[in-house]
């Protein structure tokens, strides 16, 4: 840690003589109305730089020479424009940009982070970037329907910044985009890095970072309606957006809102209803002082669709089965409906103190909650239709079949009768009825599982060009975080009551009334529709991080080197004292510390202007997230044992080339992880209770390749191809240990044997061709995607001793079958798009249609994950069934559409 502080202190105050620099100067214009493009990306060899609100820029380039300078942003066509510095500066005049497909336009930016699977929320972060670089933008499209995540990273590894304010989830570490869905309009401008490649925002870290700028004097001026049509997870969506500009009063307001809506998606029995908003306003004091207020929110209500068994699946012909829904008085209804409201308020403050020097600052706020219902019983059969139990596979035990007639009836019934392979909610309310008959509790209810979160963040940053060939960028982030954790009755099922004790212990414990009680505070509550009950618990945070970096340019070579230092605190506060630990499970529990860093340095060597080489390292340590430092948090105070801070070693090595008619990148990298841990939570039908295993001192390494290239064949079609090959494994044993909620069996300790098994969650294998035409504001894309090495995640607990102790050695077979990881089938999709920009007088039309997945290729499996629970015999020496619990699946939508009407006037 002294080494990383000394290491700071020296980034701000070392510094080299300067050098001469050279400049290329221009215009960025909209091609059809001729208004100036804000907020573009202007990049050339290893240099970059954002247009003002008059579309000028000034790119510094470090020697004379070939250059080709490239123009990004989103809804616009990336555009290339060859230039020659010789002495001083290169002028290309004004760069016209022919308006393209944008990521609203085409439903990819929000539908897809909408999907209905809670597991997928956000595991398709890249198609929200946008960028000059051919891969990264091909990627982000064209990937996300198979959850492809670059290198592998899970999405907690992508910083995600708004005004600069750090806004990933102060548990799960995730950017929750879907905080702002249907805000595409006014989300349009943002810089992203890629990697851990150096940026003006922020250290950066693996997966890169992304910084929206929303402050209201840099949104496009005027008014846009929209209307979209689909067939995703919703099914009509209209949106409307004002902006003022920047009026002579130095004012500048921006108001944008938009309504998503959906009776059923793609996946039948779900539902979309959302709604969002955004207000923007700023006022520029002067040349150097300006102050801007951003708010907005995205309230969202959907119903979720669930993974199932390929038994299920192959048995109704349809491999989009959902078993969150059934018929109630002849109306679909979904058990399983997801609710989110948190709004966000950002005020920010710009400085520019001279001409080489700003500062920006931002107080922001958050708050609201989220809630996903799902189905719970007392003394009564489990409710969902594809419980194992329940399937005509369960009818047969390894290795003999046991009652094929009654497999075949269960068949029939699955196939005939909709409230056999639904949700039978008239049985269940049946059932109450009888339960209060009996004066007895709720055999089955409604539960709505919350998390309520505020958050406060307060950040500034400073950006200083020292001379013409250094530049500083350092800040200090500051944040608060409170998430209240806790369950309320939604829907009693026509009973009476229910009892908040916890039926898992009752079974086990009968004799101990301590045990079974969820709140020794309030024994044997009964608990009526709207209460709390079962758990309620708030987890506290504190984080703090100061970050510098410096970069160097000259002729030949550049180079930088940055690092972080970090602390964080974090408690748990229980508000129910629970029987299963009535020592740490209510009140303030003990603070926990945590301290970290980050060093990062880079070195690019340019052949010339036009192509050149990148080298970047990078070293760092990161603390458990917030959501895995508690065992149980339900129940207890008591940390994951074992856990400890992942160190991280990570380096990439590029070759770039960027000429008028190509450019492209090739990529080498590897990334490792060293005690990683991470914490699971299942349910076990045995034992009847939630058990949570711990993995500690996991390793893991990250390595493969990326290219990518884009080629003009002519000034107006051009062919794109895009290759990753990655290699993710799990490289050593780690530890496992396994906690049971009730307390009926201790701890337990032992090695994982991972080594050498596959890190499951995206394809290692993606690639990309496609064709790209532009003339007269008429656009048409046809891309063909290919995936391949898509393994399924594993389950830890397959490949401990125990799962396998009783077995023989003659039964190699069954424990091939526990231990072995399942490779899914690869596949490929074909998606095209056309679209159509028309001018009428000052008026505007955008017309955009696009077919993902046009061959309607259902057998894609994007993703799955193996049972946790494995049936053993009545002993529990044994495994027993191993067709009990198969692995679970999600499968790639098929063909799907999206059609956009925009006008903007």
């Given at each position: 840690?002294?080494?990383?502080?000394?290491?700071?202190?020296?980034?701000?105050?070392?510094?080299?003589?300067?050098?001469?620099?050279?400049?290329?100067?221009?215009?960025?214009?909209?091609?059809?109305?001729?208004?100036?493009?804000?907020?573009?990306?202007?990049?050339?060899?290893?240099?970059?730089?954002?247009?003002?609100?008059?579309?000028?820029?000034?790119?510094?380039?470090?020697?004379?020479?070939?250059?080709?300078?490239?123009?990004?942003?989103?809804?616009?066509?990336?555009?290339?424009?060859?230039?020659?510095?010789?002495?001083?500066?290169?002028?290309?005049?004004?760069?016209?940009?022919?308006?393209?497909?944008?990521?609203?336009?085409?439903?990819?930016?929000?539908?897809?982070?909408?999907?209905?699977?809670?597991?997928?929320?956000?595991?398709?972060?890249?198609?929200?970037?946008?960028?000059?670089?051919?891969?990264?933008?091909?990627?982000?499209?064209?990937?996300?329907?198979?959850?492809?995540?670059?290198?592998?990273?899970?999405?907690?590894?992508?910083?995600?910044?708004?005004?600069?304010?750090?806004?990933?989830?102060?548990?799960?570490?995730?950017?929750?985009?879907?905080?702002?869905?249907?805000?595409?309009?006014?989300?349009?401008?943002?810089?992203?890095?890629?990697?851990?490649?150096?940026?003006?925002?922020?250290?950066?870290?693996?997966?890169?970072?992304?910084?929206?700028?929303?402050?209201?004097?840099?949104?496009?001026?005027?008014?846009?309606?929209?209307?979209?049509?689909?067939?995703?997870?919703?099914?009509?969506?209209?949106?409307?957006?004002?902006?003022?500009?920047?009026?002579?009063?130095?004012?500048?307001?921006?108001?944008?809102?938009?309504?998503?809506?959906?009776?059923?998606?793609?996946?039948?029995?779900?539902?979309?209803?959302?709604?969002?908003?955004?207000?923007?306003?700023?006022?520029?004091?002067?040349?150097?002082?300006?102050?801007?207020?951003?708010?907005?929110?995205?309230?969202?209500?959907?119903?979720?669709?669930?993974?199932?068994?390929?038994?299920?699946?192959?048995?109704?012909?349809?491999?989009?089965?959902?078993?969150?829904?059934?018929?109630?008085?002849?109306?679909?209804?979904?058990?399983?409906?997801?609710?989110?409201?948190?709004?966000?308020?950002?005020?920010?403050?710009?400085?520019?103190?001279?001409?080489?020097?700003?500062?920006?600052?931002?107080?922001?706020?958050?708050?609201?909650?989220?809630?996903?219902?799902?189905?719970?019983?007392?003394?009564?059969?489990?409710?969902?239709?594809?419980?194992?139990?329940?399937?005509?596979?369960?009818?047969?035990?390894?290795?003999?079949?046991?009652?094929?007639?009654?497999?075949?009836?269960?068949?029939?019934?699955?196939?005939?009768?909709?409230?056999?392979?639904?949700?039978?909610?008239?049985?269940?309310?049946?059932?109450?009825?009888?339960?209060?008959?009996?004066?007895?509790?709720?055999?089955?209810?409604?539960?709505?599982?919350?998390?309520?979160?505020?958050?406060?963040?307060?950040?500034?940053?400073?950006?200083?060009?020292?001379?013409?060939?250094?530049?500083?960028?350092?800040?200090?982030?500051?944040?608060?975080?409170?998430?209240?954790?806790?369950?309320?009755?939604?829907?009693?099922?026509?009973?009476?009551?229910?009892?908040?004790?916890?039926?898992?212990?009752?079974?086990?414990?009968?004799?101990?009334?301590?045990?079974?009680?969820?709140?020794?505070?309030?024994?044997?509550?009964?608990?009526?529709?709207?209460?709390?009950?079962?758990?309620?618990?708030?987890?506290?945070?504190?984080?703090?991080?100061?970050?510098?970096?410096?970069?160097?340019?000259?002729?030949?070579?550049?180079?930088?080197?940055?690092?972080?230092?970090?602390?964080?605190?974090?408690?748990?506060?229980?508000?129910?004292?629970?029987?299963?630990?009535?020592?740490?499970?209510?009140?303030?529990?003990?603070?926990?510390?945590?301290?970290?860093?980050?060093?990062?340095?880079?070195?690019?060597?340019?052949?010339?202007?036009?192509?050149?080489?990148?080298?970047?390292?990078?070293?760092?340590?990161?603390?458990?997230?917030?959501?895995?430092?508690?065992?149980?948090?339900?129940?207890?105070?008591?940390?994951?044992?074992?856990?400890?801070?992942?160190?991280?070693?990570?380096?990439?090595?590029?070759?770039?080339?960027?000429?008028?008619?190509?450019?492209?990148?090739?990529?080498?990298?590897?990334?490792?992880?060293?005690?990683?841990?991470?914490?699971?939570?299942?349910?076990?039908?045995?034992?009847?209770?939630?058990?949570?295993?711990?993995?500690?001192?996991?390793?893991?390494?990250?390595?493969?390749?990326?290219?990518?290239?884009?080629?003009?064949?002519?000034?107006?079609?051009?062919?794109?191809?895009?290759?990753?090959?990655?290699?993710?494994?799990?490289?050593?044993?780690?530890?496992?240990?396994?906690?049971?909620?009730?307390?009926?069996?201790?701890?337990?300790?032992?090695?994982?044997?991972?080594?050498?098994?596959?890190?499951?969650?995206?394809?290692?294998?993606?690639?990309?061709?496609?064709?790209?035409?532009?003339?007269?504001?008429?656009?048409?894309?046809?891309?063909?995607?290919?995936?391949?090495?898509?393994?399924?995640?594993?389950?830890?607990?397959?490949?401990?001793?125990?799962?396998?102790?009783?077995?023989?050695?003659?039964?190699?077979?069954?424990?091939?079958?526990?231990?072995?990881?399942?490779?899914?089938?690869?596949?490929?999709?074909?998606?095209?798009?056309?679209?159509?920009?028309?001018?009428?007088?000052?008026?505007?039309?955008?017309?955009?249609?696009s077919i993902s997945n046009l061959l309607d290729n259902q057998k894609l499996i994007s993703g799955g994950y193996e049972q946790s629970r494995i049936d053993f015999n009545t002993a529990g020496n044994r495994v027993e069934n191993l067709n009990a619990f198969p692995p679970k699946y999600y499968y790639a939508y098929g063909r799907t559409y999206f059609l956009n009407i925009g006008f903007r006037f």
């Amino acid at each position: 840690m002294k080494f990383i502080y000394t290491l700071l202190i020296s980034l701000l105050f070392f510094s080299v003589p300067s050098w001469a620099q050279f400049s290329i100067t221009g215009q960025v214009l909209d091609g059809l109305t001729g208004s100036a493009v804000s907020q573009a990306k202007v990049e050339a060899a290893s240099k970059q730089t954002l247009t003002g609100a008059d579309g000028r820029f000034v790119l510094e380039v470090s020697s004379a020479g070939d250059y080709t300078v490239i123009v990004t942003v989103d809804g616009y066509e990336v555009t290339s424009v060859p230039v020659k510095v010789t002495n001083g500066a290169a002028d290309i005049g004004k760069v016209s940009l022919k308006p393209s497909i944008t990521q609203s336009e085409s439903g990819l930016a929000e539908i897809t982070l909408s999907g209905e699977s809670d597991d997928k929320d956000q595991a398709v972060s890249g198609v929200l970037h946008s960028s000059g670089d051919v891969f990264t933008n091909t990627a982000s499209y064209s990937f996300s329907s198979m959850f492809f995540k670059e290198r592998g990273y899970d999405s907690e590894y992508e910083n995600v910044y708004i005004e600069g304010v750090p806004i990933n989830d102060g548990e799960s570490g995730r950017a929750v985009y879907g905080e702002w869905g249907g805000l595409n309009d006014v989300f349009r401008n943002r810089e992203f890095l890629n990697g851990i490649e150096p940026g003006r925002f922020s250290i950066g870290t693996l997966g890169g970072s992304t910084n929206f700028t929303t402050r209201a004097s840099k949104q496009r001026k005027g008014s846009k309606f929209s209307y979209a049509l689909s067939n995703r997870s919703y099914t009509n969506r209209v949106m409307f957006t004002y902006s003022t500009g920047l009026k002579q009063n130095n004012w500048a307001f921006t108001v944008s809102g938009s309504r998503r809506w959906g009776n059923e998606g793609y996946v039948e029995g779900t539902f979309y209803d959302g709604y969002a908003y955004f207000v923007g306003a700023e006022k520029k004091f002067n040349s150097r002082h300006s102050l801007a207020l951003t708010a907005y929110a995205s309230p969202t209500k959907r119903g979720m669709s669930s993974a199932s068994t390929q038994e299920v699946y192959d048995m109704l012909n349809n491999n989009y089965y959902n078993s969150s829904w059934g018929y109630q008085n002849g109306d679909k209804r979904n058990s399983r409906i997801k609710t989110s409201n948190e709004p966000m308020i950002i005020l920010s403050e710009y400085w520019t103190i001279d001409e080489k020097t700003t500062v920006t600052s931002s107080l922001a706020y958050s708050f609201g909650k989220s809630g996903s219902t799902a189905l719970n019983w007392y003394n009564a059969r489990d409710p969902r239709p594809d419980y194992y139990r329940s399937l005509p596979g369960y009818q047969s035990s390894y290795p003999d079949p046991v009652d094929p007639v009654l497999s075949q009836t269960i068949t029939n019934q699955w196939l005939t009768d909709p409230s056999v392979r639904q949700i039978n909610w008239n049985g269940l309310y049946q059932a109450n009825y009888l339960s209060n008959l009996e004066g007895k509790q709720a055999n089955y209810i409604l539960e709505n599982n919350i998390t309520s979160t505020n958050q406060w963040y307060l950040n500034s940053r400073l950006n200083k060009q020292i001379n013409d060939n250094s530049t500083l960028n350092g800040g200090i982030e500051l944040s608060h975080y409170k998430g209240s954790h806790y369950k309320t009755l939604d829907d009693l099922l026509g009973s009476n009551y229910w009892v908040d004790i916890d039926q898992y212990s009752q079974r086990d414990f009968q004799a101990d009334t301590i045990k079974l009680q969820n709140d020794l505070k309030n024994p044997d509550r009964i608990i009526k529709k709207g209460d709390r009950f079962g758990y309620d618990y708030d987890l506290y945070s504190n984080n703090a991080t100061l970050w510098a970096l410096k970069q160097y340019s000259f002729p030949k070579q550049d180079y930088y080197i940055g690092g972080s230092i970090s602390a964080n605190q974090y408690w748990r506060y229980g508000n129910m004292m629970n029987g299963r630990d009535t020592l740490t499970s209510y009140h303030k529990s003990e603070v926990h510390s945590n301290f970290n860093y980050s060093i990062k340095a880079g070195y690019t060597y340019k052949i010339s202007g036009r192509h050149y080489v990148t080298i970047n390292v990078a070293s760092m340590t990161r603390s458990p997230l917030l959501r895995d430092a508690y065992i149980s948090p339900r129940t207890t105070a008591k940390l994951s044992p074992g856990m400890t801070d992942v160190r991280i070693l990570s380096g990439d090595i590029s070759y770039v080339f960027r000429y008028p008619n190509l450019n492209g990148r090739f990529t080498l990298y590897q990334t490792v992880f060293h005690n990683y841990s991470e914490l699971l939570r299942f349910y076990d039908d045995d034992l009847r209770t939630f058990v949570n295993m711990s993995l500690t001192n996991e390793d893991r390494v990250h390595q493969g390749f990326e290219f990518g290239a884009e080629a003009k064949l002519m000034s107006n079609l051009s062919i794109v191809g895009v290759f990753a090959y990655g290699n993710y494994r799990y490289t050593n044993r780690p530890t496992g240990t396994r906690n049971y909620d009730n307390g009926s069996l201790p701890d337990t300790t032992e090695v994982v044997y991972l080594k050498n098994f596959f890190v499951g969650g995206s394809p290692q294998i993606a690639s990309s061709l496609g064709l790209h035409y532009n003339k007269n504001y008429w656009f048409f894309d046809l891309n063909a995607n290919f995936y391949d090495k898509i393994w399924l995640d594993v389950n830890p607990q397959r490949r401990t001793t125990s799962t396998i102790h009783g077995l023989l050695p003659s039964e190699s077979d069954i424990i091939k079958t526990l231990s072995q990881q399942q490779q899914l089938d690869g596949g490929m999709t074909l998606d095209a798009s056309i679209g159509k920009s028309i001018r009428i007088n000052s008026y505007f039309l955008n017309i955009n249609f696009s077919i993902s997945n046009l061959l309607d290729n259902q057998k894609l499996i994007s993703g799955g994950y193996e049972q946790s629970r494995i049936d053993f015999n009545t002993a529990g020496n044994r495994v027993e069934n191993l067709n009990a619990f198969p692995p679970k699946y999600y499968y790639a939508y098929g063909r799907t559409y999206f059609l956009n009407i925009g006008f903007r006037f």
